[in-house]
C-alpha cells in the first residue's frame, strides 16, 4: 500500500475515532480494505459504551468484516487504525490471516507491534503481517491528547483516566 492510499484510508479511521467521542470513549478508530482496494468494514473503540473489555476498534472490524466476507480469513486484507495495537488485538490480526497493518501513532505502555511486543511479525508464529507504522501518526495523537486534556474531562468519562493511556509523556 503506497504512501498517499495509507494515509486517505487513516482518515476514514480518524473519522470513525473521532465518532467514539460521541459515547465517550477513547478515540480509536479502525477500518478494514478489501483486496480489491474498496472499504469491507469499519470499527471503533466502544469499551465504554458496551462495558466490554474487549471492544476495541480493531477487533469490532475485525468482526465486521469477516461477517462480510462471510469468512474468518481475511487474506490479503488490511487493517489501518490510528493507534498501535495492544496484545490482545495483535494476536487477533495473526489470527485473521490479515496481510498488512498501518498503524498511526504509537503507545509506548501497551503497543504490540513495535512498542513492547512485536507480535504479528513473530517468527514462531504460523503467519506473519506486514506493517507500515507512523501513517499521519500527528494527528491520530493529537486526536488521543485531546481527549484526555482535563477542560475536555466530564463525569461521563470517569472510566477512562489519563494514566490509562498516557503514552505520549513518556515518549
Ligand atoms: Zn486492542
Not at 517468527?123 to 503481517?129: D, K, Q, S
Not at 463525569?155 to 503514552?167: F, K, N
Request: with cysteine.
Amino acid at each position: 500500500m503506497d504512501a498517499t492510499t495509507a494515509e486517505r484510508w487513516m482518515r476514514v479511521a480518524l473519522a470513525e475515532a473521532r465518532a467514539a467521542l460521541d459515547h465517550h470513549d477513547v478515540p480509536v478508530g479502525a477500518v478494514v480494505v478489501a483486496p480489491d482496494g474498496t472499504e469491507l468494514a469499519c470499527g471503533r473503540n466502544r469499551r465504554e459504551q458496551q462495558r466490554d473489555p474487549t471492544a476495541h476498534a480493531e477487533l469490532e472490524a475485525l468482526r465486521a468484516a469477516a461477517a462480510t466476507l462471510g469468512t474468518w480469513r481475511l487474506d490479503g486484507c488490511t487493517l489501518v487504525v490510528t493507534l498501535e495495537p495492544c496484545a490482545m488485538c495483535a494476536g487477533a490480526l495473526v489470527q485473521s490471516r490479515i496481510a498488512r497493518l498501518v498503524f498511526g501513532t504509537d503507545d509506548p505502555k501497551a503497543g504490540a507491534v513495535t512498542s513492547l511486543f512485536d507480535l504479528v511479525r513473530d517468527p514462531r508464529l504460523p503467519h506473519r503481517v506486514e506493517v507500515h507504522r507512523g501513517i499521519l501518526a500527528g494527528d491520530c495523537a493529537t486526536l488521543l491528547r485531546s481527549f484526555f486534556t482535563p477542560r475536555r474531562y466530564t463525569p461521563q468519562r470517569q472510566g477512562a483516566r489519563v494514566d490509562e493511556w498516557g503514552g505520549l509523556e513518556n515518549r
